[in-house]
T-cell receptor, first 113, second 110 residues
Framework: DTAVSQTPKYLVTQMGNDKSIKCEQNLGHDTMYWYKQDSKKFLKIMFSYNNKELIINETVPNRFSPKSPDKAHLNLHINSLELGDSAVYFC????????????FGSGTRLTVV | GQNIDQPTEMTATEGAIVQINCTYQTSGFNGLFWYQQHAGEAPTFLSYNVLDGLEEKGRFSSFLSRSKGYSYLLLKELQMKDSASYLCAFYSGGYQKVTFGTGTKLQVIP
């Protein structure tokens, strides 16, 4: 299936731990993103990579570090997790033609306890 | 600055028509998206407007007025499965940065 797939779907972890979320797309898109959706359903961009190059880096704590080994993968590593990091994290990718919009992964629900 | 406003919640009856409004403020506006998001799922792309006017796609239509910073999503012949959040988002500047609104939660009732 052509899609954006991210793992894990659910992640429950203790404060202070380090965790990673992986994302892969097989759509041939050049640009990939990480979005955070909080409890109020506000979807906010965190990072964007175009052909493995970081092009958008919003005001995000430096505990969050994206890594793009190739243009089909964009992973998110989070150090020293805090309670406020609890949210749903969506990976997305987009075609060069913006008219097709973004294709989102199914999301990773992160709960920090 | 950049801002998007849309109603938080709306309720409409099955078979009816509903219009979800969105106003936005940004510099370097390039286009406006509408996404649908069912509870617990990822957003899915509905439409993208660049030019002023109405674009129709089956039961869904989207309108844009760039001079007024205004868009709406029109849903016709509402079905129960249309109950979802509808996210307005604009594309501005370079590098495909898309800014989302908080979404309008639509409940379709029998």
């Amino acid at each position: 299936d052509t899609a954006v797939s991210q793992t894990p779907k659910y992640l429950v972890t203790q404060m202070g731990n380090d965790k990673s979320i992986k994302c892969e797309q097989n759509l041939g898109h050049d640009t990939m993103y990480w979005y955070k959706q909080d409890s109020k359903k506000f979807l906010k961009i965190m990072f964007s990579y175009n052909n493995k190059e970081l092009i958008i880096n919003e005001t995000v704590p430096n505990r969050f570090s994206p890594k793009s080994p190739d243009k089909a993968h964009l992973n998110l590593h989070i150090n020293s997790l805090e309670l406020g990091d609890s949210a749903v994290y969506f990976c997305a990718s987009s075609h060069a033609d913006r008219g097709y919009g973004y294709t989102f992964g199914s999301g990773t629900r992160l709960t920090v306890v | 600055g950049q801002n998007i406003d849309q109603p938080t919640e709306m309720t409409a009856t099955e078979g009816a028509i509903v219009q979800i409004n969105c106003t936005y403020q940004t510099s370097g506006f390039n286009g406006l998206f509408w996404y649908q998001q069912h509870a617990g799922e990822a957003p899915t792309f509905l439409s993208y407007n660049v030019l002023d006017g109405l674009e129709e796609k089956g039961r869904f239509s989207s309108f844009l007025s760039r001079s007024k910073g205004y868009s709406y999503l029109l849903l016709k012949e509402l079905q129960m499965k249309d109950s979802a959040s509808y996210l307005c988002a604009f594309y501005s500047g370079g590098y495909q940065k898309v800014t989302f609104g908080t979404g309008t939660k639509l409940q379709v009732i029998p």
